[in-house]
């Protein structure tokens, strides 16, 4: 088996066949290509029964093969092999439904999980994986202080319904997939309403170990479900988010509303393995759903990846109120809004953030969300990172403090969007900007599935004539900790009818400056930024000089260029927008040697200025907010606790209490 990583999803295929002399292997379905740096690892190959404690299954043979530990006895050992994936199934409907049915102190263990013949393809949040305890149709019905260990889905799923069921004082440890499930999670909200589960509680639960098979597994997952309570729960040691919420991408019809999360420790969620996840997770419209008394901290996502928040409103999350959290040591932001509207952000603790503290990716024309008497705390990262520029939000009664610098530096802001000739902007930040692919083309006008115009003199590539009266771009090229520096980038716009062409030249000194930088610095990046209208093409053409040497590349992106299937394109209003990067180990192999016909890059872009806490409120945002310590009793030791004469206090914040955070002794 196959098994590839991809972004906040995991695919497992089987190995049909493999041609050695070749080199290639051919699977019983293909991978989606969502991630750039696609992962993988293989599973049950009898050549990897190497280490003491493994085994291999010969399925055709019906044997397994085990390499002993030390100690081992084959006369006196368990050796279990499971059979089914649910072990318990409650199964009434909305007219005749299981009620009142309770599972008290017991333990589940051993339940399989089956691969499909032509694999498997996670949608998300392994969803589909069975329940050991699974329930349709189940009112008043109790699972209580349970133990669930050495599963291969999940633990519990009440799923459509299920009406004032309780999760109460269970532990879930070791499992393939998640923990608890509520509701359906089915695309497009093609579901009777009857059908839609309510007034579930899942409390004083300690779910960990989880997503060993399915990385994409979630501590508590609700899809279309009402009215449900996830509280004082210990929720760590995931791949993938800690309880998400929602199960409509956009702001169209969505039955979760009314749910409640409130007074959980979620902690150690991500830890590198996936990309595109949070402590708490929203999709969709939900009014009346709170957040709030959570502890969330050290999410983190895979290293190439992104997308490890403490607290993530995606795809037209709507209506929330997140209030009285402390979200701590988040890699990518204490809170990130993908797009929303009308979110309500209070009182909140926000904490030593690693890419950007408070992170916005898309402005709409409806307010965002609303930051009030939230203390945001920073070391070295920005406070306010994304798209900041149209003014669609509401911020103030805040207090920022940045631990090692002396100004509010909001380098990531979009302060002054500068637009090009013919309906281009300049993109001044890496989260406005998305991968996309890009391949070589050097004789066929086609780049990219996308036909070119033929310019005068009938070749694809324009004259110096015109690029003599290019638009120069300004400094968006980007060379990071060079070991052997450039002399000179150019990037220059040409406009030619209704495409946009890019010219990138980079000059290198000598040929033997390459080779050493091609090995002490694989991940420098070149980065080239456009935000470019919906009907317009864009083509880069990236020019190479070494030694005289000259190589040319055409690169084409545009709304006919199919981006989608890669689920990173950024479509706005205006528009789309696209990141082309560039790794200088792949230009300079152009001089000498040779790069692949079809590649997918990622990198770092430039940024723009820092802005000034002043001039930050001189744009009319955060008037009456602070720039000082907050003064807690202390920070470094994550006592959030605050002294009586802190500045916080001045502005309205309400200290927080985290005694009551985590399951309790006795559940009530």
């Known amino acids: 088996e196959i098994v590839f990583l991809q972004n906040w999803i995991d695919e497992r295929m089987v190995l049909r066949a493999l041609d050695a002399d070749r080199r290639l292997a051919t699977l019983s379905s293909s991978p989606r290509p969502l991630e750039a740096n696609g992962r993988y690892w293989v599973e049950n190959v009898r050549e990897g029964l190497s280490e003491p404690g493994t085994w291999f299954f010969d399925a ?27 072990l318990v199934h409650f199964e009434g409907d909305e007219k005749a439904p299981v009620s009142n049915v309770t599972l008290r102190g017991l333990t589940f263990q051993h339940t399989a999980w089956v691969l499909p013949a032509d694999g498997y393809v996670d949608p998300q949040a392994a969803n589909t994986k069975p329940a050991a305890v699974m329930a349709r149709g189940a009112v008043r019905c109790q699972v209580a202080e349970c133990r669930f260990e050495r599963l291969g889905g999940y633990a519990v799923e009440f799923g459509a319904a299920c009406h004032a069921n309780r999760i109460t004082r269970c532990e879930v440890s070791d499992a393939g997939g998640g923990g608890v499930k509520i509701g359906v999670c089915k695309h497009g909200c093609d579901i009777a309403d009857p059908a839609v589960s309510s007034g579930n509680v899942v409390e004083d639960c300690h779910i960990h170990g ?91 996502r895979q290293p190439k990846g992104y997308g490890g928040w403490g607290i993530y409103t995606d795809e037209g999350s709507a209506g929330i109120l997140i209030e009285n959290n402390v979200v701590y040591r988040c890699e990518s932001g204490g809170f990130h809004q993908h797009y929303g509207r009308e979110n309500l952000l209070r009182n909140n603790i926000f904490a030593w953030a690693q890419e950007g503290q408070m992170v916005r990716t898309r402005e709409e024309a409806h307010v965002s969300f609303t930051l009030e008497r939230n203390l945001i705390l920073c070391d070295g990262e920005s406070p306010l990172a994304g798209a900041w520029s149209n003014g669609r939000f509401v911020s103030d009664y805040n207090l920022f403090f940045l631990k090692d610098q002396n100004a509010f530096h909001a380098a990531t802001i979009n302060v002054g969007i ?26 066929k006008p086609d780049v990219g599935g996308l036909r070119l115009p033929r310019l005068p003199g009938g070749t694809i590539e324009p004259a110096e004539a015109l690029w003599a009266d290019a638009t120069r771009l300004p400094p968006m090229a980007a060379f990071s900790g060079a070991v052997v520096p450039m002399t000179e980038t150019d990037i220059r716009l040409l406009r030619n009818e209704q495409t946009l062409f890019v010219r990138a030249e980079c000059l290198h000194s000598r040929v033997e400056d390459r080779d050493t930088q091609l090995r002490a610095t694989r991940r420098e990046t070149i980065e080239v930024l456009l935000r470019p209208d919906r009907t317009k093409t864009a083509v880069i053409q990236f020019i190479v000089f070494s030694d005289g040497e000259r190589r040319t590349h055409y690169y084409a992106c545009g709304p006919q260029t199919g981006l989608a299937w890669m689920g990173s394109a950024s479509r706005t209003t205006t528009g789309w927008t696209a990141r082309l990067s560039l790794p200088i180990q792949d230009i300079i192999s152009v001089c000498g040697g040779s790069t692949s016909a079809w590649s997918i890059f990622v990198g770092r872009c430039a940024m723009p200025p820092a802005v000034s806490f002043a001039d930050w409120q001189a744009l009319g945002h955060d008037t009456h907010s602070v720039l000082t310590d907050p003064m807690f009793a202390d920070a470094d030791a994550e006592d959030w606790r605050l002294r009586d004469d802190s500045p916080a206090l001045a502005i309205g914040f309400r200290p927080i209490d985290l005694d009551d955070v985590g399951p309790r002794q006795k559940s009530t």
Do not use: C
């Open 418 to 443: 500068k637009p090009f000739p013919h309906g281009f902007l300049q993109a001044s930040r890496a989260d406005d900007a998305v991968t996309i692919e890009i391949g070589e083309s050097r004789e």
């Open 210 to 300: 989880i997503g060993r098979v399915y990385p994409a597994a979630v501590g508590v997952l609700i899809g279309h479900s009402r009215g449900n309570r996830v509280a004082h729960n210990h929720i760590h040691d995931t791949y993938y988010t800690g309880v998400s919420l929602g199960w409509t991408w956009g702001y169209g019809r969505s039955y979760a509303r009314d749910n409640v999360v409130e007074f959980n420790h979620i902690h150690h969620i991500g830890q590198g393995m996936l990309s595109d996840m949070g402590g708490i997770y929203t999709l969709g419209t939900q009014p009346g759903t709170v957040l709030r008394n959570n502890l969330i901290h050290d999410v983190s």
């Open 60 to 86: 055709r043979a019906g044997r397994v093969y085990y390499r002993s530990r030390s100690g081992d006895d084959p006369v006196d050992a368990e050796v279990v092999v499971p059979r089914v994936q649910t």
